[in-house]
T-cell receptor, first 114, second 113 residues
Framework: DTGVSQNPRHKITKRGQNVTFRCDPI?????LYWYRQTLGQGPEFLTY????????KSRLLSDRFSAERPKGSFSTLEIQRTEQGDSAMYLC????????????FGSGTQLSVL | AQSVTQLDSQVPVFEEAPVELRCNYS??????LFWYVQYPNQGLQLLLK??????LVKGINGFEAEFNKSQTSFHLRKPSVHISDTAEYFC???????????FGSGTRLQVQP
């Protein structure tokens, strides 16, 4: 497999701007997750898709955050009106359904809000 | 609710010494348990997992972990570490009925020559 691909690798933006990240999961994986990781912490769950359906959202996900997965393929995560507290590494992960339970992570998008 | 505690934020160890990284979890239902590793400048990758069956699970690179239900622990061990094992290690839990993993805050393993 080609792995989980995330773009861009780095994003620097000014406070108040909107940003969008893209995740391309492994092609046969129908489950897709977004996580956020800050320095010295483990990944925190943001949202989960099964195919194109967004089935779960964390309470961490304020209404400034929105995620989509049209046609159950790639996914986008948009943050509107960015704040300095949004600065973090945004991770995407995918896996097959069933009992395998092995998550494959992308390398992440590092967001810096100035 | 599910949660994970990794008590040690950093573990320095000499090469070829044994190591144990501690993980305790909290959940009111059955759990699946995982260890993920993050090497410098790389993405997270699965080291090993416990889903059911034998409580001693073996993973890649010579690591193993033991599920202890009574102590709600899933400690990671390796009998002899290498310089290349230097990385951040994350314990994670998924309770039955939940869709996503909850990760601990990580333990940085620093292997010294």
């Amino acid at each position: 497999d080609t792995g989980v691909s995330q773009n861009p690798r780095h994003k620097i933006t000014k406070r108040g701007q909107n940003v969008t990240f893209r995740c391309d999961p492994i092609s046969e994986h129908n489950r897709l997750y977004w996580y956020r990781q800050t320095l010295g912490q483990g990944p925190e769950f943001l949202t989960y898709f099964q195919n194109e359906a967004q089935l779960e959202k964390s309470r961490l996900l304020s209404d400034r955050f929105s995620a989509e997965r049209p046609k159950g393929s790639f996914s986008t995560l948009e943050i509107q009106r960015t704040e300095q507290g949004d600065s973090a590494m945004y991770l995407c992960a995918s896996r097959k359904g069933g009992q395998n339970e092995k998550l494959f992570f992308g390398s992440g998008t590092q967001l810096s809000v100035l | 609710a599910q949660s994970v505690t990794q008590l040690d934020s950093q573990v320095p160890v000499f090469e070829e010494a044994p190591v144990e990284l501690r993980c305790n979890y909290s959940s009111s239902v059955s759990v699946y348990l995982f260890w993920y590793v993050q090497y410098p400048n790389q993405g997270l990758q699965l080291l090993l997992k416990y889903l059911s069956g034998s409580t001693l699970v073996k993973g890649i690179n010579g690591f193993e972990a033991e599920f202890n239900k009574s102590q709600t622990s899933f400690h990671l061990r390796k009998p002899s570490v290498h310089i290349s094992d230097t990385a951040e290690y994350f314990c994670a839990v998924r309770s039955t009925g939940r869709r996503a993993l909850t990760f601990g805050s990580g333990t940085r393993l620093q292997v010294q020559p």
